[in-house]
């Protein structure tokens, strides 16, 4: 079956540890997104990738870094500067990056600062 | 634990009564708006589209209602069932853009 795969589906960070997100799809779709989710909020884009070897910063891109090596790979690393990283993070991906249609979603991966 | 949708507001609706979401949305030129539902630690699920040039979508159970003259979505859902609970959220977009706008969400909770 096609789909998005994120992981771990939970993941704890120590304070001034950098940590990384997977996601991977097999889907062949060309753009690929990362969302944020906090309770009570919509949610918040942080980067997205149009194409490979492409990227671009979203909305609330400080404190975050992704690469797109991988058509099927997207991978997120929250760093050390990323001031409040516990949240649930959303790996997402369309079939075009220029239009707004067909959106399919991972799992998610919370991650919790301890 | 799951924490999204903490902060909420909240529908308590009994099975098999009709539930009726809505949705402020925020820009006048949005071409196309989504429903999304979104269960405890998972991902969103795509419900229902519906474009700008429609006043109403008809899915199974689900009808999405569009009122463009006050920026209003709705997204009714016949005979509630207890599988309905959930967060659902709406999202906009334009034709030209990549980028979906997400609303904060209205969690779903249904009375057996």
């Known amino acids: 079956d096609g789909g998005i795969t994120q992981s771990p589906k939970y993941l704890f960070r120590k304070e001034g540890q950098n940590v990384t997100l997977s996601c991977e799809q097999n889907?062949?779709?060309?753009?690929m997104y990362w969302y944020r989710q906090d309770p009570g909020q919509g949610l918040r884009l942080i980067y997205y990738?149009?194409?490979?070897?492409?990227?671009q910063k979203g909305d609330i891109a400080e404190g975050y870094s992704v690469s797109r090596e991988k058509k099927e790979s997207f991978p997120l690393t929250v760093t050390s500067a990323q001031k409040n990283p516990t949240a649930f993070y959303l790996c997402a991906s369309t079939p075009r990056g220029d239009l707004p249609y067909g959106y399919t979603f991972g799992s998610g991966t919370r991650l919790t600062v301890v | 634990g799951e924490s999204v949708g903490l902060h909420l507001p909240t529908l308590s609706v009994q099975e098999g009564d009709n539930s009726i979401i809505n949705c402020a949305y925020s820009?006048?030129?949005?071409?196309?708006f989504i429903w999304y539902k979104q269960e405890s630690g998972k991902g969103p699920q795509f419900i229902i589209d519906?474009?700008?040039?429609?006043d109403k979508r008809q899915g199974q159970r689900v009808t999405v209602l569009l009122n463009k003259t006050v920026k209003h979505l709705s997204l009714q859902i016949a005979a509630t069932q207890p599988g309905d609970s959930a967060v659902y959220f709406c999202?906009?977009?334009?034709?030209?853009?990549?980028?979906?706008?997400f609303g904060s969400g209205t969690r779903l909770l249904v009375r057996p």
């Open positions: 999202a906009e977009a334009m034709d030209s853009s990549y980028k979906l706008i």
């Open positions: 519906i474009r700008s040039n429609m």
């Open positions: 889907l062949n779709h060309d753009a």
């Open positions: 990738s149009q194409i490979v070897n492409d990227f």
């Open positions: 820009n006048s030129a949005s071409d196309y």
